[in-house]
């Protein structure tokens, strides 16, 4: 497929998605539309599989097999190479047919059959065909957000049948050419769908989708000279994106996330399948990661994470965290009115011997006193685990306009005796309300980054001598000198041109003096 042909398979996608919602907020019909999505992914993955295990058999078409043996045989290779199976009647494209929604080249579409409460069964069959599998956990509850009863899909079930008849039938429509095309393909158009319900879900986006740019960033740091990483691990993931982005920067060998919203968690796994990863290589949990860590024993050679900015957690107030190995060797725990450095700490516990984490905080993180303070000088002082400070632009990210930083810590740091400094806020480009980063700004940060070296007013190593002579404080601009000297002002240059414009208005007022006593009428000027 080439970049055309992707472009516009995402532009289809989201038409479907913008158009058919009617009055439903999108990031309301966002569950639904993906949702719809993912069953038509998995219906073609499944349809190609068992065409292939139907090559030798007299009906090749998996579509218009009844044989009970066939079917049989289809079902457990499914479940033990897919990790779910569909019956050749509830295929996505069978399920449309029954809706009997025709669209015409003009886009227009007749009415059609009653399919909600078959689709509601087939939902429920995908998931109840994984129980007992390897792949039950993964796909537990996948389509529990598609409430096919909802009233805001329509007041009565015929208005909430015509919808979905619709929107299966427009999708119906669209090959995704799963079998001549990379999987990503269809795993990158997903990315683009969330991307586009995230820029219209403000604040709540930054619940589940960090911006491109700023994930590309973290995925290259935490990846930088290597081609493989034995495993990545997020633990407030989102819809998976920033996971999935590593592996466009080197092959991953398993995936682990944690999130506390139900609804994401859904959705990250769905991203993860999507984008054609095996059920055996990601675990995605759903839990607040703070309060009831997942992967607890666990540690992970690449962790990234972009966690809510100071978001409150119980500190103090849980016991527990007092003798808790992640935070207990600080000295302080993080103020309950901010879980910044309780999710660094989390990291860091996470973190294998020869693993790079980077994570996305407000600039707070860099200079705040009191625990914080001792934290953050723990971590440098006694750990010396930070590797970096790259200060970001200010409007990035959903939800917030305050600018953020990216934080990075190694266990084994190379350069163990400076910290690298980037100020990179100065450099953006606006797209619409929000700034972005470029690909060459991109480049520009993970560049500088890997030469680890000073740039006038753009990047400073500091020795952790000087770090110590700041108390701790990071604030990029104790290092960062981006001030720039005006050109010096010719004073007796600017008086000469104060005095030739005096000059010149005395001969204007005189003119106008003189056309007022042409005229008989009083001069504005005094005499």
């Not at 920067?249 to 944690?258: D, K, L, Y």
């Amino acid at each position: 497929m080439t970049e055309a042909q992707k472009q516009r398979l995402e532009r289809q996608l989201w038409n479907i998605a913008n158009e058919l919602r009617g009055k439903m907020d999108a990031d309301e019909f966002r569950d639904y539309i993906l949702g719809f999505i993912f069953y038509k992914y998995l219906s073609e993955k499944q349809h190609l599989f068992a065409n292939k295990l139907l090559e030798t058999e007299a009906v090749k078409d998996y579509a218009l097999v009844t044989d009970a043996e066939d079917l049989d045989a289809i079902r457990e290779e499914s479940l033990e190479k897919l990790g779910y199976v569909l019956k050749p009647e509830e295929l996505f494209s069978a399920v449309a047919t029954r809706g009997n929604v025709k669209v015409d080249e003009d886009d227009e579409e007749t009415a059609g059959n009653f399919i909600l409460e078959d689709l509601q069964s087939i939902l429920n069959a995908i998931e109840q065909s994984t129980m007992g599998n390897d792949s039950e956990d993964d796909f537990n509850k996948l389509f529990e957000d598609i409430d096919l009863a909802s009233t805001k899909l329509g007041r009565s079930p015929a208005a909430r049948n015509a919808l979905i008849a619709k929107v299966l039938a427009h999708l119906d429509q669209i090959d995704f050419q799963l079998e001549d095309t990379d999987a990503d393909v269809l795993g990158d158009a997903y990315e683009y769908l969330i991307a586009q319900f995230a820029s219209g879900a403000g604040k709540k986006a930054g619940e589940f989708y960090t911006p491109q740019q700023v994930s590309r960033i973290l995925a290259k740091v935490v990846t930088l000279g290597k081609s493989q990483i034995k495993s990545a691990y997020d633990p407030t993931c989102g819809s998976g994106s920033l996971l999935l982005r590593i592996s466009k920067e080197a092959e991953v060998g398993e995936f682990f996330g944690q999130e506390l919203n139900r609804t994401t968690y859904n959705l990250a796994r769905m991203n993860m399948i999507l984008h054609d990863v095996h059920f055996s290589r990601f675990d995605i949990q759903q839990e607040d990661t703070i309060e009831e860590p997942q992967h607890i024993d666990q540690r992970f050679e690449a962790v990234v994470a972009n966690p809510p900015f100071s978001a409150k957690w119980k500190s103090a107030a849980n016991p527990l965290n007092e003798t808790d190995d992640r935070f207990s060797i600080y000295g302080k725990l993080a103020p309950a009115s901010k879980a910044d450095f309780a999710f660094v700490q989390h990291m860091i516990h996470q973190m294998a011997d020869n693993g790079t984490a980077a994570v996305v905080l407000p600039h707070g993180v860099l200079f705040r006193g009191a625990a914080e303070g001792v934290i953050r000088e723990y971590i440098i002082k006694e750990q010396n685990y930070l590797d970096a400070v790259i200060g970001l632009p200010a409007n990035l990210f959903y939800g917030t306009s305050i600018p953020a930083c990216i934080l990075v810590f190694k266990k084994c740091r190379v350069h163990d005796d400076n910290i690298m400094f980037i100020d990179a806020s100065a450099e953006f480009e606006k797209v619409g309300n929000q700034n972005a980063l470029t690909d060459e700004h991109v480049a520009k940060i993970v560049e500088t980054y890997a030469k680890r070296e000073s740039v006038d007013r753009y990047a400073h190593v500091a020795p952790l001598s000087e770090v110590a002579e700041n108390d701790y404080n990071l604030n990029i601009p104790r290092y960062v000198d981006t001030f720039e000297e005006e050109e010096p002002i010719d004073l007796k240059a600017v008086t000469e041109a104060l005095t030739a414009l005096e000059t010149d208005m005395a001969v204007t007022d005189k003119t106008i003096a003189g056309f007022c006593d042409e005229l008989g009428i009083p001069s504005p000027f005094k005499s």
